[in-house]
């Protein structure tokens, strides 16, 4: 049977996210992993009638085309995702969107990224404790249940924790390497094992691609 989904970009970007999230759905996918071998005009021929921002991931669903991983996940939960993964009232699902955007908002920061490569110590020290001024609101989250929304994993889990932590950074909070753990927030710190150690991590991780 012909595939009818692909998902383009490396498992080391922002495509994760979505590779992620359809191995949580078990939809049979493609995966094409653009960039692997840098970023040449062969790539850029490939990504151009797709994303008019050059960016991965996109995603190609029988010829429905959308990019923005963000996009990408919220479409592929409320296309394939049945509760508690999705869950069934709209005031859950409003949980969903809040932390999603949450994590794009608040630990997406671009201003970070540039110091990481400014190579200038002080500016990457501060972002890194900006960084962990603001995972205090996710230790506080969990205070009193295992997952953000409750009892059971979510889109709410798997959206933030991949933007957290890419499956090839084994369990610690991106470039920084950040352990919750040793920073005070022992309740974020086992709420990442829990995310990051599923199969979809792991198997997103074995595609070293």
């Known amino acids: 049977m012909t595939c009818r989904i692909t998902l383009y970009g490396t498992a080391r970007s922002r495509a994760c996210r979505s590779l992620i999230a359809l191995e949580e759905l078990g939809v049979q996918y493609k995966h094409v992993p653009l960039f692997l071998g840098g970023d040449t005009p062969e790539v850029r021929a490939t990504l151009a009638p797709l994303n008019p921002n050059s960016h991965v991931p996109v995603l190609d669903d029988d010829g429905f085309v959308l990019w923005e991983s963000m996009a990408i996940n919220l479409y592929l939960a409320e296309r394939f995702a049945t509760p508690p993964l999705w869950p069934a009232t709209p005031r859950e699902r409003g949980l969903v969107y809040q932390w999603s955007f949450w ?63 890419q499956p090839n950074e084994n369990g610690k909070i991106d470039w920084d390497q950040i352990d919750p753990s040793e920073h005070g927030m022992p309740r974020l710190g086992d709420w990442l094992k829990r995310c990051t150690t599923r199969e979809s991590w792991r198997r997103v991780r074995e595609t070293r691609s």
Do not use: H
Not at 123 to 149: C, F, S, W
């Open 103 to 165: 994590c794009q908002s608040e630990m997406d920061r671009p201003e970070w990224s540039l110091a990481k490569r400014s190579g200038d110590a002080a500016r990457k020290a501060e972002a890194t404790r900006q960084k962990i001024a603001k995972l205090a609101v996710l230790e506080g989250a969990l205070a009193d249940r295992p997952y953000l929304l409750g009892a059971q994993f979510s889109f709410a889990d798997l959206n933030v924790a991949a933007t957290l932590s």
